[in-house]
Every structure is written in structure tokens, then in C-alpha cells.
């Protein structure tokens, strides 16, 4: 059980159909939320508009969620990391993922395999760019310093920059069992997508099992709140059926995979096939209304207020509240999870 559930907001990836999302963010900063997260897929990247949202705002924490491993060489994202982290007074939260192979190698032209390795060698190379206790070096495999072989002139080297911080926190985006538990060990909290808080001991126990007292579990959740119930499920089926059908290949979807440890392998399977089929609208229709509801804040707000003892029942940390807008919803969430 969460001691305080925090809440922030997850505003999600920069579209142009969206534009800016600024007064949302004050808003939340306004009404006390504790943090703002942005995303990034094959499209914007996801500190651009952080530090758009960081130079209008002056409290509220500011988070990935998250950038992706194989966009930038761990040294520019820990330059990238540095850099809004000063720039905001220190109120970088750095959300990291590996993403999956049709992104990686199709987007990206990196090579997928080994993401739990390539993690682990990632984030040690930001914080050794961070510390700057000594030039930073790295035996590889997957990402050597200096670079072996090209002009064969590589030098170690150390940031000309000193960090506000030599330590800010590190999140991990995972969903496999031995990526959630690779975040327990080696970061200061997990990003969950597509959690329900009745199921993370069951799901996910084992692998949060050595997690520190302070690590931080922050979710996302879609939230809409709404007289017509019926009608907000159905929206949150939409993004439900395009990462069970969509984000990831037929054989190799980590979406998929999770949502059948939720319980629902069959319904998933069924919704993929007709996503990849070209039915998307039958898809989204089959995506199952207890599993929308189970990981999201659905209905009018007394319904919410129920469903919010879920999370502050579960180990989750953070609720990261996304789709809502508008300051007097938010004011009215935010009233919920301190009453």
C-alpha cells in the first residue's frame, strides 16, 4: 500500500493536432500535481516540449516516459538529461526504454537484441557522463568507449559541464518480467503502461521483490471522467487495441504478452487478428470492457473517487493522470487522491 499517492500528468506524445499542452501543465502545477511526463514513439521527440513546459513552469517535476535507448547514444542522452536538469533548477525525472525491434531497427536502424544488456550498459555510461568522476569509458559490447577501430584517434573524455545533480533519478518504461525487475535493481523507479492495481503483486511481485524503500512505481492511467460510462470505454479501448495490434510484430508483441498475463491471452490474440487485419474498428470493439476499465479512471467523479482506493491499495507510487485538460477536472482529481 502507497503511504501518499502522488499525481501527475502524462500529456503524452507533441502532435500537431493536440498543439501545446502548456495550459494543461500549469494548470497541474497550479493545482498541485507533482510531476509532468511526455513521450516519444517515431514522430516528436520527448524533450523538446519538456523543456518548452520547463521554462514556463517553476515546480513541477518534469519526466519522460519515455525516451527512447536507441534515438541517441547514451552520452546525448545523458547531455540531453544534464542540460534541462539545469536549465529547470533540478527537476528532471529521466524515463528510459528499449522500445521493440519494429521501432529499434525499422526507425531507428539499431539493432534490437540483448535490450536488458544494453539497458544496463546504457544508464551506466549517463551516470558515469553525470559524476564526471573521471573521463567516461565503456568495454562495450554494445556501446565502447572510446569507439574501436574508425580514425583509431578516440579519447576519453569528460563533460565541460558540471550537473546541477551527478544523480538524478532514472526511470525504467518496462513489461516483461525481467525488465521490471532489471528497473527494481538498477533505477529509481518503473513506468508501467497498461497496469491494473489489483494485479501487480500477482503480475509483477517477483520481479519488484528486491525493489529499495524509496523506489517510485508511477503509472499511467487514462482518465475520463463522464456521466456516460459507456462512452468513455470505448475510448479507452482505442490506444488498448492499437498497442495490442499495432506496436509490435505478430510473433514478438510485448503488449500483447502483457495483457495476456492480465488474464486476457485469448481476447488480446482475437483483438491483434483483427487489428492486422485491417478491422481496427472491430478490434477496438473487441478489447474487453473489464480490461479498459481495470487500468484506467473511468465514469462520473464519485466513481472515480472509488476506484482511486485501487491504486493507494496497490504499490504504485504515482498515478500519472492522462487525457484531461482542463483545470477544474484536474482540481477535482487532485481534491479525490488527498481527501
Not at 513489461?175 to 535493481?185: D, I, R, Y
Not at 509483477?204 to 525493489?211: I, K, M, N
Not at 482505442?238 to 510473433?251: K, S
Not at 464519485?302 to 482540481?331: F, M, N, Y
Amino acid at each position: 500500500m502507497t503511504a501518499e499517492l502522488k499525481l501527475g500528468i502524462n500529456v503524452g506524445y507533441w502532435q500537431r493536432e493536440v498543439d501545446d499542452q502548456t495550459e494543461t501543465v500549469l494548470a497541474a502545477e497550479r493545482c498541485g500535481y507533482d510531476s509532468v511526463f511526455t513521450a516519444e514513439a517515431y514522430g516528436s521527440d520527448a524533450f523538446t516540449p519538456l523543456t518548452w513546459y520547463a521554462a514556463r513552469t517553476s515546480r513541477i517535476k518534469l519526466g519522460t516516459a519515455v525516451v527512447q535507448l536507441s534515438a541517441r547514444t547514451p552520452a546525448a542522452t545523458a547531455m540531453h538529461a544534464l542540460t534541462l536538469d539545469a536549465l529547470s533548477g533540478g527537476r528532471l525525472i529521466l524515463g528510459v526504454g528499449a522500445s521493440g525491434p519494429q521501432v529499434v531497427e525499422g526507425w531507428y536502424g539499431q539493432p534490437f537484441p540483448k535490450p536488458l544488456a544494453r539497458t544496463r550498459e546504457y544508464l551506466d555510461i549517463v551516470r558515469q557522463v553525470w559524476r564526471r568522476d573521471a573521463p567516461v569509458t565503456s568495454e562495450g559490447p554494445h556501446y565502447p568507449l572510446p569507439y574501436p577501430g574508425g580514425a583509431e584517434l578516440g579519447k576519453p573524455l569528460k563533460s565541460i559541464v558540471h550537473p546541477v545533480r551527478p544523480e538524478i533519478p532514472v526511470y525504467l518504461g518496462a513489461e516483461g518480467p525481467k525488465n521490471v525487475a532489471l528497473s527494481a535493481e538498477i533505477a529509481q523507479g518503473w513506468l508501467p503502461l497498461f497496469v491494473d492495481p489489483r494485479q501487480i503483486d500477482t503480475v509483477f511481485g517477483a520481479s519488484l521483490a528486491g525493489r529499495p524503500d524509496d523506489f517510485e512505481i508511477a503509472a499511467t492511467v487514462t482518465t475520463i471522467v463522464t456521466d456516460d460510462l459507456e462512452s468513455a470505454l470505448q475510448f479507452a479501448k482505442v490506444p488498448l487495441a492499437f498497442y495490442i495490434g499495432g506496436m509490435g510484430a505478430r510473433d514478438r508483441n510485448f503488449h500483447l504478452d502483457l495483457i495476456g498475463r492480465l488474464g486476457y491471452a485469448e481476447e488480446a490474440a482475437r483483438v491483434q487478428d483483427l487489428f492486422l487485419a485491417g478491422r481496427r474498428d472491430e478490434a477496438i470493439k473487441a478489447v474487453p470492457d473489464e480490461l479498459a476499465d481495470s487500468i484506467s479512471l473511468l465514469g462520473p467523479i464519485g466513481r472515480i473517487k472509488e476506484r482511486l482506493q485501487l491504486w493507494r491499495d496497490s504499490p504504485v507510487t504515482t498515478l500519472l493522470i492522462a487525457g484531461v485538460r482542463d483545470e477544474p477536472t484536474l482540481r477535482a482529481i487532485k481534491e479525490l487522491a488527498d481527501s
